[in-house]
């Protein structure tokens, strides 16, 4: 079976009555855990980004706490996974400033984390994909905001440099 076009599935859900297209939306979350949670941001987080980027932070905040920095193979895990996460919640938003945001206190957070970046080429790799990144979507930012944002990546690249 092909997956009809986004426009003939529009043209669809425009003549089925309100209550069918409810329960497709139900039956959609029903069917996979990110469909959920898709739509738990579309109907409650998508309205205010401030509370959005602070509970996305908390949830970083909490993976951080659980990573063993003992060793540098657990240690990349647990950051693919929390970028994982990260990437899934970008892609909710679709919001360029909220990515900056989340990005950068992605790579805040694993610079305050007590794993030596340069030490550990796989770690520092995934670091720099994510500062590259960060300017890379800040060009699309308004220039105010770019500026104050620019100086925080500026930090980044220095701790970075200064860490042994």
Do not use: G, W
């Not at 951080?64 to 929390?82: E, G, I, P, Q």
């Not at 500026?147 to 200064?162: A, F, G, M, R, S």
């Amino acid at each position: 079976m092909k997956a009809e076009s986004l426009r003939n599935i529009k043209a669809e859900l425009l003549n089925i009555p309100a209550k069918e297209v409810l329960e497709i939306c139900l039956r959609l979350a029903k069917h996979k855990k990110e469909n959920k949670e898709l739509l738990s941001y579309l109907l409650f987080h998508n309205h205010d980004d401030q509370l959005f980027i602070t509970e996305v932070k908390a949830q970083i905040d909490e993976e951080f706490s659980f990573m063993n920095s003992n060793s540098a193979y657990l240690a990349k895990k647990t950051l693919r996974k929390v970028l994982r996460t990260i990437n899934k919640y970008i892609k909710f938003a679709a919001n360029k400033q909220i990515e900056v945001e989340l990005r950068l206190y992605y790579c805040q957070s694993l610079k305050k984390s007590k794993i030596k970046i340069n030490r550990h080429p796989v770690i520092y790799n995934l670091y720099n994909r994510q500062i590259d990144q960060l300017e890379k979507t800040l060009a699309a930012l308004h220039e105010d905001l770019r500026h104050d944002y620019q100086k925080e990546i500026v930090e980044l690249y220095e701790t970075t440099v200064n860490q042994d």
